[in-house]
């Protein structure tokens, strides 16, 4: 199957094919020609499976046969959990529909940074992406309406339908009108889907892309048994002795993540924390410079574990577990890309190692595990 056979015009073709995206993946297939239809659409499926495109995509052909919306009405409200998700999907939205007869305009609000430029910016905008407490301080000063939002799409669905989430959404959902299109995407959903198809969507499409049966085995997962007092230095000794060069290590909280980046750079290793009381541009830059190969390690809480696509990652290293199992997915989901196999580490302390056999029992695959007593940690 390509894409032009499933109905996308040329223009988007040419920047499809300038992204070097041959073939549609299973997501596009099913999700392109019902988002066309304005049909709403459930779409489960992971992370690097291609859901932004699957739902991009057709929007922007959408885009160019109703009226567009003027002044501070926007067409199309994407909601995502992180700022970072935000600038990655205005992205793709950018760089797809850059070259399309009719201008798209695309405009990505997080909180974070100031309001005024934003709201400066807001008029004309068609289709806006949000986390959603910047877009009610937007509501609010009148920056933006959303009574004439044609689609509505819902990224990381899970996280924006959880109780965090639960009050703002509602918010917003007021403010929007009861004809519309919704699409869901999520990599998993925890919630009862006849739940949400109440709330949400009408008559959808439900489309489940299980992650192809040996998705994980392209992830080496390992893990090592070792006291919390020397988890510092078996990361440290991990890093130098495998000469590992781009490491995005997840911890449990802002605090431990900045005292372990602290501790690396001490010991000579280019590292920076990124979590939620970090400055959006610490954040930003972090996370370019980690992309490029600029930073060796970024010590993240789980604020980065949805949804960021880093291609070709090699290495996940967990110093302290998820608390659920699904998140552990969400994060060592950042590696192991197609033809590019990626390793997951985890570092499991004796009070870990109960959570860590549910963990394993719920990915239905047991992960070797390494007791690190043995190793000489002297000087790490
Ligand atoms: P996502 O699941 O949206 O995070 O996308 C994962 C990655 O797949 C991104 O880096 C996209 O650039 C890439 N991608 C999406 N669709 C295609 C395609 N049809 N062919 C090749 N790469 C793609």
Do not use: C, W
Request: charged content about 20%.
């Amino acid at each position: 199957m390509t894409f032009e056979s499933l109905g996308i015009s040329p223009a988007l073709l040419k920047a499809l094919a300038d992204q070097n995206y041959t073939q549609p993946y299973p997501i596009q297939r099913e999700a392109i020609p019902a988002i066309l239809n304005k049909k709403d659409v459930l779409g489960i499926a992971q992370t690097g499976s291609g859901k932004t495109v699957a739902y991009v995509l057709p929007l922007l052909m959408n885009l160019q046969n109703i009226a567009l919306s003027q002044n501070r009405y926007v067409n199309i409200l994407v909601l995502v959990p992180t700022r970072e998700l935000a600038m990655q999907v205005s992205e793709v939205f950018y760089k797809l529909g850059k070259d399309l007869p009719r201008r798209i305009k695309t405009m990505a609000v997080y909180g974070g940074v100031s309001i005024n430029p934003q709201m400066m910016r807001m008029n004309g905008v068609n289709v806006l992406i949000a986390t959603p407490g910047r877009l009610l301080e937007l509501t609010e000063s009148n920056a933006v309406h959303l009574s004439g939002i044609d689609t509505l799409v819902l990224d990381e669905a899970d996280k924006m339908l959880n109780i965090g989430f639960q009050e703002e959404m509602n918010r917003i959902i007021a403010l929007l009108p009861k004809k519309r299109q919704n699409l869901l995407f999520s990599a998993t959903l925890n919630e009862d889907i006849t739940a949400i198809n109440q709330i949400l969507l009408h008559n959808p499409l439900v489309i489940k892309i299980e992650p192809e049966k040996d998705y994980f085995d392209l992830i080496d997962q390992l893990g090592y048994f070792v006291s919390e007092e020397r988890k510092g230095p078996l990361l440290r000794y991990i890093i130098k002795s495998q000469d590992l060069q781009q490491v995005l290590v997840f911890a449990s909280s802002v605090y431990k993540a900045d005292a372990i980046a602290d501790k690396l750079r001490k010991n000579g290793i280019k590292a920076t924390a990124i979590h939620s009381k970090k400055s959006q541009g610490a954040r930003t830059e972090a996370l370019s410079k980690f992309k490029s190969g600029d930073l060796r390690v970024l010590v993240a809480t789980d604020l980065i574990s949805r949804g960021i696509d880093i291609k070709f990652l090699p290495h996940v290293i967990n110093y302290e577990l998820p608390r659920s199992p699904k998140d552990y997915i969400h994060r060592i989901g950042r590696t192991g890309r197609a033809e590019s196999p990626g390793q997951a580490i985890s570092l499991i302390s004796p009070e870990e190692q109960h959570h860590f056999r549910i963990i394993q029992k719920k990915m239905g695959k047991p992960i070797t595990m390494i007791n690190s007593e043995g190793i000489n940690l002297k000087g790490f």
